[in-house]
């Protein structure tokens, strides 16, 4: 299993960002996709998911209402909509796929939020 997250980068608060995370090398029929972030210091955060046989997502309750997950099953992607940053989701955010007991995880995308 091969994740690659995209787009991360430098922002202001209050300013947007959409991450993407393109995953290969499975044949998984149903499978759970996650966002984590871990920022400076910090341990990992469990952001968001989305599970890919019907679509339900999860959300932290300190991203709620900000960030949207989805996916796009046909291209293997999902996506991250980030809105309304606050210096606080500073991190690095990383792709998760689960299937079974088995995780497999992306290498990660900085995301910075700063004035």
């Known amino acids: 299993v091969h994740l690659v997250e995209s787009g991360g980068g430098s922002v202001q608060p209050g300013g947007s960002l959409r991450l993407s995370c393109a995953a290969s090398g499975f044949t998984f029929s149903t499978y759970t996709m996650s966002w984590v972030r871990q920022a400076p210091g910090k341990g990992l955060e469990w952001v968001s998911s989305i599970y890919s046989g019907g679509g339900s997502t999860n959300y932290a309750d300190s991203v709620k209402g900000r960030f949207t997950i989805s996916s796009d099953n046909a291209k293997n992607t999902v996506y991250l909509q980030m809105n309304s940053l606050k210096p606080e989701d500073t991190a690095v955010y990383y792709c998760?796929?689960?299937?079974?007991?088995?995780?497999?995880r992306g290498q990660g995308t900085q995301v910075t939020v700063s004035s």
């Open positions: 998760n796929l689960q299937w079974r007991e088995y995780n497999y």
